[in-house]
């Protein structure tokens, strides 16, 4: 029995996240303070707010994590922090702050890669053996690898343009789906999950299938997008919509959107379970898929991977919803990993940096 408690930090995007996890794995407290309704009203992130509001947060989030846990800094092993990848002027406030309390402390830091984190805290609640199949897909990301160690990714496939979070963002913008107060307050993603849940007849509207003809396990989501707007504005014409007002067919195109895109992620998953069979990349016994970041809080989309996981012998597994998005959590829990596994533990962290990708 010993007492050490990893402290996680992670400003990579737009949400300013603190947790300490102890040496057991249970979690002892998290903050997280999400800039999410001043971005929304802003159309999108501008960088510097984003670093204004992480200056403005990281202190009083990080004691309130130590204060909810009845725990000191000098109570605490070792400062896991998120170096890579995201926007750089959020992820230097989290370094910062990071070494200023390493060195006040005379703690070591473990740097942490975001997408690893993501993937990796499926495990803090599910028990998951290396090597797994992980597929990440929010705003910022869409890859899909074979977590094969702690510190060990395989990349199989990524987007070759945005993410599907980011698709899903913009379209909903394009649709006005702001302007009805029952999803003002909601992601892209969820307003359009939402309103599909609506949709009478989502098959009036074609969809692409992007990269069909790729026999990789890369992503697309530009022409995805494009296809939607041209059908909205298409109907815009038709209507002779104004202004503020909406379409007519609205959840029929979210629907149609949503499905397109399920489609799409399924198309690309199946290839990466073909090829790790062929290449011996995960062992019969082990046939797990892991689900994380933001959109993979959507049901529809969550179902229709659960479908293609039993027709190819796959367990699934996603983390909590509040696991899933950005979170200091899940930070610590990788750092508590590497803790374990005795992996980058910095104590000369002068010269470590953030790497913006
Ligand atoms: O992981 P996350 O919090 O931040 C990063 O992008 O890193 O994910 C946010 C993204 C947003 O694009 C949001 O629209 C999407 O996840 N999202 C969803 C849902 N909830 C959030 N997309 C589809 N369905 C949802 N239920
Ligand atoms: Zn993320």
Redesign the pocket.
Known sequence: YSNSAILGIETS?D?TGCAIINDAGVLLSETLHSQNLIHLRNGGIIPDIAQDLHRTHIEPTVSQTLEKASLKMEDISAIAVTLRPGLPLSLAVGMKYAKHLARRYKKPIIPIHHMEA?ALAARMHHNIEFPFLVLLI????CLLAVAEDVNVFKLLGESIDI????M??KV?RKLKLRNVPEYSKM????A??SAASKATNPHIFKLPLPLVDYKDCNFSFNGLKTSVLLHLRKKEEEHKIVAHKLIPEVHDLCAATLMATSRHLVHRVQRAMEFCEKNHLIPDNNKQLVVS???A???Y?FNTLTILCNEFDYKICRPEHKL???NGVMIAWNGLEKWRKNIDIITNYDLLDIEAV
């Open positions: 995007c949400d993501h929010s705003g910022g990301h993410a599907p979070g980011e899903f963002d909903a992601s892209g993603g969820e359009i999950e970041g933001g959109v809080c959507n049901n989309i899933c998005t950005d």
